[in-house]
Antibody
């Protein structure tokens, strides 16, 4: 049973880069597509994008210019970087596993606040 | 990509049935069977309840069912129970090779 755990700074200053890690356990990081989703306080889910260990990535067009995702197979970790953050990027960030375009396992989420 | 359209809220009494709609476009819901539904209780990560329009993962009660017609998918919960009270989100694969979520529906069990 794959389990996911997000980690990273809970507070990021405006204009800086948000960097999060997701540790994958209980399964092969090479077998699936890995997604990032975020949820602003009191609001709905927003899809950020996906990455695969073979380097294939695709991002939500609204965030594409600021997002980079990658897979570290040696440490079984995923990475999310979001540049030039503003208060609008304050959210709970989730990593999630997908099979055949279906997200079936979610991490517990990590809260990131953008504030000076 | 625009969020899929869901009603902000629905409600029902225990034992009743409720249906939550999810309307997209021909670029997402209308063209693909990769439609999922997630349940999210407060302060909890979402949980997959329905995938590929109408399939239930192991462990999800058969009170939960899904369907699709044209650009609109639907989640029906029959025999409502107090534990079903949560936010529900739909999602769909899109022609841009991404996923898009609905805005969410708050289910209240009266």
């Amino acid at each position: 049973q794959v389990q996911l755990q997000e980690s990273g700074p809970g507070l990021v200053k405006p204009s800086e880069t948000l960097s999060l890690t997701c540790t994958v356990s209980g399964g092969s990081i090479s077998s699936y597509y890995w997604n990032w989703i975020r949820q602003p306080p009191g609001k709905g889910l927003e899809y950020i994008g996906y990455t695969h260990y073979n380097g294939r990535t695709n991002y939500n067009p609204s965030l594409k210019s600021r997002v980079t995702m990658s897979v570290d197979t040696s440490n079984n970790q995923l990475s999310l970087k979001l540049t030039s953050v503003t208060a609008a990027d304050t959210a709970v960030y989730y990593c999630a596993k997908a099979m055949s375009y279906t997200i079936d396992v979610w991490g517990q989420g990590t809260t990131v606040t953008v504030s000076s | 990509q625009s969020a899929l359209t869901q009603p902000p809220s629905v409600s029902g009494s225990p034992g009743q049935s409720v249906t939550i709609s999810c309307t997209g476009t021909s670029s997402d819901v209308g063209s693909y069977t990769r439609v999922s539904w997630f349940q999210q209780p407060p302060d909890t990560a979402p949980k997959l309840m329905i995938y590929d329009v109408s399939n239930r993962p192991s462990g999800v009660p058969d009170r939960f069912s899904g369907s699709k017609s044209g650009n609109t998918a639907s989640l029906t919960i029959s025999g409502l129970q107090a534990e079903d009270e949560a936010d529900y989100y739909c999602s769909s694969y899109t022609s841009s090779d991404t996923l898009v979520f609905g805005r969410g529906t708050k289910l209240t069990v009266l």
